[in-house]
């Protein structure tokens, strides 16, 4: 048995949450719905706009290893923060979620701080996120420490990871570290606008390494830029082992072996999408380090993201495992 | 018309809240339901044993002054943050409430940081409060300015910054200025054990100054080493011109000019009983403001009361005039 069953690889971010209306968004040129990045600068006046807030750890894959180790899975983070305030709150929860994390921390004297993200939530639960990468985006090769990942079951790529001067190095070296010690890759997308961004380094990856790839409709539609989500699926199946591909509230598909699996969403009032996908992967890639079947998979990852988008903030608030038993799944 | 209804002055803190059964508390020594003050050091072990938290801005007399904003009421606050991330949150949080919040922050150089108080969150929604004050401890009488005092109708005292070596004279800078320019005294016990370690200060306050006391059953008791909550509540109404008591589930009682009245608590399912007392207290302080009669202003602190405990954290997240609209409160 391997020490982890994941070892998630991202961008390390405090989350600064906060309630707006429409007319705020088109207000401040924020863009409804998806992750757009922004420079310090802008993140500053964007905070002094909005209203009260509060603070919560966050980042996509952290919120996905600490899904993980809230079900009991071994678990360990990789992702850069500053040593500052917080930095500390975001080591602090992982840590105390049962997350191995031991990246090394930017000195004080830096002068980017620890990355956040101001999420704006919108009367109907949508998230429109603006994102200060600060010294996460610094992640290099000397942080991936080839003897962890080694020790992984499953190495998880975040697609927003790619921005990174210094990361596609980090990822390669991670990569090779895993996929020698019989370990596999598992990559999410992360966001269509990223996967704009980035589509020649993900599909050069997908191609050549990824064993499961993690994305929504839109990102798949992105990534093989077409506008038929049937085909999209069937170019992706036909790509890499498996398929997770989430479609909001008409539920997910898993791709693998030439089947096609689909399962339904978990009914909830939506109060806060924020973390919706990020938990969906967290809960799959543990039934699956757990061997449990893809369908098993996608079903607990649809209960997990159905009570993360239940409340304000990206991680679990309810024993999700109790959850999973509410629903009939024994996982 | 003055500029500020009210002008609050207290303890500026961040909470940080995480959910804990009561085995943790006995095993890490917290007294239940009740504030107890670290230092640094034990802060910081405290915060390595909690669970996932998450961090909003607190502090009780800010709460309160935040409320009264809420509601569209004038009002600014004085309390000293440094100027360090957690000390930019809690500035924010006001001012983007609507507070006028002009305090000056400590250095960065100073070596204590902007205070936090650790509340841990059983499951019957009580809170036990683990308070490192740092900066916060340190304001002194050349932080209160007094033009800012003279234009209020009304200055809120917090009874937990008596705990400070320079607070009592600020205090007495603030008050003379804001009654000499024919504003009046607010003052709040606090907590029991707050009254335990400054009980001459606070009746000397109540018997030379205050207009308006706010504690509850086990402050006024401890107020009046008595365990006759009626004797307790009599002695109060005949020292101070307007005594608001809370006596939980039990509602509220408002003693002026030789009556008493009882408002029932609004009935919610308690999640977080932090913020309790601050919230009545804001919103009576509000009402109080307009011109309310004591039964109406007691009504709408018991509502607001009831809406903070039935959430995470001290500030309210609904709209509170649609709420007392709802309970048939035209305030």
């Not at 002094?48 to 809230?70: C, K, L, M, Y």
């Not at 790529?157 to 990174?164: A, N």
């Amino acid at each position: 048995m391997k020490k982890f069953q994941v070892v998630g690889i991202g961008n390390a971010m405090v989350d600064v949450l906060a309630s707006c209306d429409d007319d705020f968004l088109s207000d401040n040129g924020i863009e409804k719905g998806i992750m757009q990045l922004t420079d310090r600068e802008r993140g500053v006046e964007l905070y002094s706009r909005i209203g009260p807030a509060r603070e919560v750890s966050g980042g996509s894959a952290a919120n996905t290893i600490a899904g993980i180790a809230h079900l009991g899975g071994r678990s360990a983070y990789v992702g850069k923060v500053k040593d500052d305030q917080l930095g500390a709150i975001f080591a602090h929860d992982l840590r105390a979620q049962g997350v191995v994390y031991d990246t090394a921390m930017a000195e004080p004297g830096a002068e980017a701080e620890t990355g956040r993200c101001i999420i704006l939530v919108t009367p109907d639960g949508e998230r429109s996120m603006n994102t200060y990468l600060g010294v996460t985006e610094f992640l290099a090769p000397s942080d991936i420490d080839e003897g962890q990942v080694a020790e992984a079951d499953w190495i998880y790529l975040e697609g927003y990871r790619f921005d990174g001067p210094q990361s596609h190095a980090a990822f390669a070296k991670a990569i090779d570290a895993c996929t020698g010690a019989g370990g596999r890759v598992a990559l999410t997308l992360s966001d269509p606008f990223c996967v704009e961004r980035h589509r020649d380094a993900f599909r050069a990856m997908i191609r050549d390494h990824v064993d499961l790839l993690f994305c929504n409709r839109a990102e798949i539609l992105s990534m093989y830029q077409t506008d038929d989500f049937d085909e999209a699926l069937t170019r992706a199946g036909s790509e890499v082992a498996m398929v997770a591909c989430t479609d909001s509230e008409n539920g997910a598909y898993v791709l693998t072996g030439g089947q096609r699996v689909h399962v339904p969403a978990t009914k909830v009032d939506v109060v806060d999408a924020t973390g919706a996908g990020d938990l969906f992967a967290g809960a799959f890639l543990w039934a699956q380090a757990e061997g449990m079947n893809p369908e098993i998979c996608a079903r607990a990852g649809c209960i997990a993201a159905g009570e993360v988008i239940s409340h304000i903030g990206a991680r679990p608030e309810t024993d999700l495992k109790t959850l999973f038993a509410k629903h009939g799944l024994h996982a």
